[in-house]
């Protein structure tokens, strides 16, 4: 890979990952709900399993919806039915020093497996391998994971300082609901391009 090549890969990587979407939503509701330390394992999640994500598709899932057409609008269907589940959750997450809070953060396993029904991952993935890695060598593929990785983690991370931020300000209960409930109309948002695509 050239550094032009290179360079570009990065500031996609970087406008991609920064910019909304589902995974940068939830993690600023956690961050807002949850604090840090127990938002690190979803932050970790989002960036390991995304660059996970990218090496299947490169070594060759994305031929399966070329030749399974079916295939694609179930992982539709799928990350549809997921992601309302979600924004239900989060809309429905208490502070968390209730005495009975009804939500907990994401796990490390949670978020990289959301990685393979976040519409936005997979549109990212696909692009990035397409325009960056079009030829088929494998070293490509693992350039464009690590390269992602590496921009991915502290991307996401300013969301999860942002909920932190935020915190304080929602720390009175009706705030908090109101927030909450904003990020779940958000995340539904995002669905839109899935939903006219």
């Known amino acids: 890979m050239t550094t032009d090549l290179l360079a570009a890969l990065i ?34 999640g989002v960036g390991l399993g995304f660059v996970f994500l990218t090496l299947v598709i490169g070594a060759g899932l994305s031929s399966l919806f070329e030749g399974f057409p079916a295939s694609y609008a179930a992982l539709k269907a799928v990350s549809v039915v997921y992601m309302l589940w979600l924004a239900w959750k989060i809309a429905h997450a208490a502070a968390p020093d209730q005495p009975e809070p009804t939500g907990r953060p994401f796990t490390f396993l949670q978020a990289a497996a959301f990685q393979w029904v976040n519409p936005k991952a997979w549109a990212m993935a696909l692009t990035a391998l397409a325009v960056y890695a079009p030829s088929d060598s494998f070293s490509a593929v693992a350039v464009v994971a690590l390269v992602f990785g590496a921009v991915n983690l502290p991307s996401v991370g300013v969301w999860v300082l942002l909920g932190l931020k935020l915190r304080r300000l929602l720390s009175n209960p009706r705030r908090l609901r109101v927030f909450n409930v904003t990020m779940a109309l958000l995340l539904v948002a995002s669905l839109a391009p899935i939903l006219v695509g």
């Open 11 to 44: 500031v996609f990587a970087f406008v991609s990952s920064i910019t909304p979407g589902p995974n940068n939503l939830m993690l600023m509701a956690s961050g807002a709900n949850f604090g840090l330390r127990r938002t690190l394992p979803h932050v970790a």
